[in-house]
Structures are given as structure tokens and as C-alpha cells.
T-cell receptor, first 112, second 113 residues
Framework: DSGVTQTPKHLITATGQRVTLRCSPR?????VYWYQQSLDQGLQFLIH???????AKGNILERFSAQQFPDLHSELNLSSLELGDSALYFC???????????FGSGTRLTVV | LAKTTQPISMDSYEGQEVNITCSHN???????ITWYQQFPSQGPRFIIQ???TKVTNEVASLFIPADRKSSTLSLPRVSLSDTAVYYC??????????????FGQGTTLQVKP
């Protein structure tokens, strides 16, 4: 157990739907990062939050949004889902904006 | 963020030492070098991080030459369970940096019996 908890582990949904992925960082970690990993794209950085504030954006679609709450857990919202959104979504946390990331076990999203 | 280049794949046998080299010619002064390991359908796992010379922990060593334009991850006496993808990343550290990690293709290490 890495200490980073992601729920749900698996999610199957239909095109056009909206889902919410949840991440609880390690205790004390202020930074949360979201990554998407699909077979043909590798690990793609989506977004970074630090202590509730957005700090960096990567290749995140406009249909996707995220937030970090006062208790430091984060949610990634994916809407108007397309088949191509099927992927593993990882959350990682770190104490500060350092490179000692700890990743969660991911949420496997399947859009049918 | 500095771009990294590493071999796409490597093969080894159990019990051998494996060295994976990463090139990062445009590394910046405040950049650190970090390696992650990823098994299929699992999140990447931090292996080791360094700035210069040599760093060693219980699982690996990281060698960084004086010019810091490359680095080598050394895995002693690999086993079948070391079969994984290994990522080399370079970037800044601390509050002045966003901290986002940009992953490249990684090196797929296949350990054979």
C-alpha cells in the first residue's frame, strides 16, 4: 500500500456520461498530481494541485476538470466521455512540489 | 523541463547487473534526476533520485558524471520480478518549480531466467 488511495479501482461507463475519480493523498502530502495512461500515449501529465490551488496544467481536455479540497483529497471529473478516454488514471502525491512522488494504484476507466 | 533519451528496451538474465543509461543534454543547474519503475497496470514507483556523483539505496545505484548530461541506473543482480518499465526524469525541485513530472517512453527491461 503506497498510502495514496484511489477510488474506484474500475469504472465502466457509456459514451457521453460523466464520472468522478477520487484520490486521497498520503497523510501530510500537499501536492496532488493526475496522470492518464493509455496504451498508445504513455503517461500523460494532466494537472497539479498544491494545497488546494491549481499549480500546473498539462494535456488536460476541456471536458476534464479537477479540484483539491480543504482536506487535501482531490477529484478528477471527466464529462462527455468518449471511447478514447478509456485509460488508467493515476493520482500521485508529494509533500511539497518536489519529485518524491508516490503514486496510487490507479482507476481503470472503460468507456463503451 | 529537460528532455531525456533512454533505450526503448533491454534484455538481461537473472543474477546479472543491469545498467540503464539516460541522456539529458540540456539539464539545468537546479534539475534533479529521478528514476521510476512501473509494472503493468500499476502506478510508477519511485526508485532513486540524485543530483551529482553517486547515490545508492537498498534497491539501486545512480551514477551521474560531472557534466550531468547523462545518468546511469544500476540494478544489482536482477531477478524476474525486476521486469518492468523504467523511466528517467529530469526536473527542478522545490517550491519554485511546479513539480510536474513529464514521463518519456521509458525503458522496458525484460529479465529472463
Amino acid at each position: 500500500d503506497s498510502g495514496v488511495t484511489q477510488t474506484p479501482k474500475h469504472l465502466i461507463t457509456a459514451t457521453g456520461q460523466r464520472v468522478t475519480l477520487r484520490c486521497s493523498p498520503r497523510s501530510g502530502d500537499l501536492s496532488v498530481y493526475w496522470y492518464q495512461q493509455s496504451l498508445d500515449q504513455g503517461l500523460q501529465f494532466l494537472i497539479h494541485y498544491y494545497n488546494g490551488e491549481e499549480r500546473a496544467k498539462g494535456n488536460i481536455l476541456e471536458r476534464f476538470s479537477a479540484q483539491q479540497f480543504p482536506d487535501l483529497h482531490s477529484e478528477l471529473n471527466l464529462s462527455s466521455l468518449e471511447l478514447g478516454d478509456s485509460a488508467l488514471y493515476f493520482c500521485a502525491s508529494s509533500p511539497e512540489m518536489s519529485y518524491g512522488y508516490t503514486f496510487g494504484s490507479g482507476t481503470r476507466l472503460t468507456v463503451v | 523541463l529537460a528532455k531525456t533519451t533512454q533505450p526503448i528496451s533491454m534484455d538481461s538474465y537473472e543474477g546479472q547487473e543491469v545498467n540503464i543509461t539516460c541522456s539529458h543534454n540540456n539539464i539545468a543547474t537546479n534539475d534533479y534526476i529521478t528514476w521510476y519503475q512501473q509494472f503493468p497496470s500499476q502506478g510508477p514507483r519511485f526508485i532513486i533520485q540524485g543530483y551529482k556523483t553517486k547515490v545508492t539505496n537498498e534497491v539501486a545505484s545512480l551514477f551521474i558524471p560531472a557534466d550531468r548530461k547523462s545518468s546511469t541506473l544500476s540494478l544489482p543482480r536482477v531477478s524476474l520480478s525486476d521486469t518492468a518499465v523504467y523511466y528517467c526524469l529530469v526536473g527542478g525541485r522545490g517550491s519554485s518549480n511546479t513539480g510536474k513530472l513529464i514521463f518519456g517512453q521509458g525503458t522496458t527491461l525484460q529479465v529472463k531466467p
